[in-house]
């Protein structure tokens, strides 16, 4: 999280959610291409590299600022019951939208757009 310290945590959501949204358009576009033409072992590399892009982009922006913001912006009093909503809606999100690429895509697209406009830093 030293990052964080150095650089806005809505800048890491932006370019994380970039990242990752770049990639899932990557992914579904390789993906739709190896359909086409299956046994490409180049294509699978490529499918592969991407997608562990798209981990990485996570695991340094959306992961763990899904902890880190709502700790810092609840009170102390709601601050088990912020980080729990905070943690249970991505899983409930992935469960109903796990099969469809385009709402995910779509969702990420969203996300980052929020975060865009709504997120700000804390003073202090």
Not at 13 to 40: D, R, S, T
Request: charged fraction near 10%; charge should be negative; hydrophobic fraction near 50%.
């Amino acid at each position: 999280m030293v990052p964080v310290c150095h650089q806005h945590s809505q800048g890491l959501f932006i370019q994380g959610g970039v990242q990752m949204l770049i990639c899932e358009v990557i992914v579904g576009f390789l993906i739709k291409q190896n359909f086409a033409a299956p046994g490409n072992d180049a294509l699978l590399a490529a499918i592969i590299a991407f997608v562990c892009l798209y981990v990485a982009g996570f695991a340094w922006s959306w992961g763990p600022l899904g902890w880190l913001v709502p700790a810092e912006v609840q009170p102390l009093e709601t601050r088990a019951a912020g980080t729990g909503c905070a943690d249970a809606a991505p899983h409930m999100c992935g469960a109903l939208l796990h099969r469809a690429h385009h709402h995910w895509c779509a969702l990420q697209c969203t996300l980052t757009g929020i975060v865009w406009v709504c997120e700000t830093e804390p003073r202090g």
